[in-house]
Nanobody, 122 residues
Framework: QVQLVESGGGLVQAGGSLRLSCAASGRSFSRNTMGWFRQAPGKEREFLAAVSWRGDSTNYADSVKGRFTISRDNVKSTVYLQMNSLKPEDTANYYC???????????????WGQGTQVTVSS
């Protein structure tokens, strides 16, 4: 069992930045993949980014490529999402996800956080 807790969401003006964090607890010290998704009201959950357990491979959605950066710190069992040049359409609930194994190009995650709200004002 793995528990994920996101933090760092909030209200930001368009063009601003936020840094989200997701701390994993439990048996999170083995090889794993961590990623970020978001879901806006009335829309499907959208994949954003994933990072391999060594941090040497990443996968980004086209909608955030060049603006968002995913990274991880395995000592802290934490994954980060640096979000720059935020747009109103980035407004959503952002979720951290975890799966055992090292597969940044797969999307079948096993564990999910409760989400953190990001609101971008115009």
């Amino acid at each position: 069992q793995v528990q994920l807790v996101e933090s760092g969401g909030g209200l930001v003006q368009a063009g601003g930045s936020l840094r989200l964090s997701c701390a994993a607890s439990g048996r999170s010290f083995s090889r794993n993949t961590m990623g970020w998704f978001r879901q806006a009201p009335g829309k499907e959950r959208e994949f954003l980014a994933a990072v391999s357990w060594r941090g040497d491979s990443t996968n980004y959605a086209d909608s955030v490529k060049g603006r968002f950066t995913i990274s991880r710190d395995n000592v802290k069992s934490t994954v980060y999402l640096q979000m720059n040049s935020l747009k109103p359409e980035d407004t959503a609930n952002y979720y951290c996800a975890f799966r055992w194994g090292d597969y940044v190009f797969r999307y079948d995650y096993e564990y999910w956080g409760q989400g953190t709200q990001v609101t971008v004002s115009s």
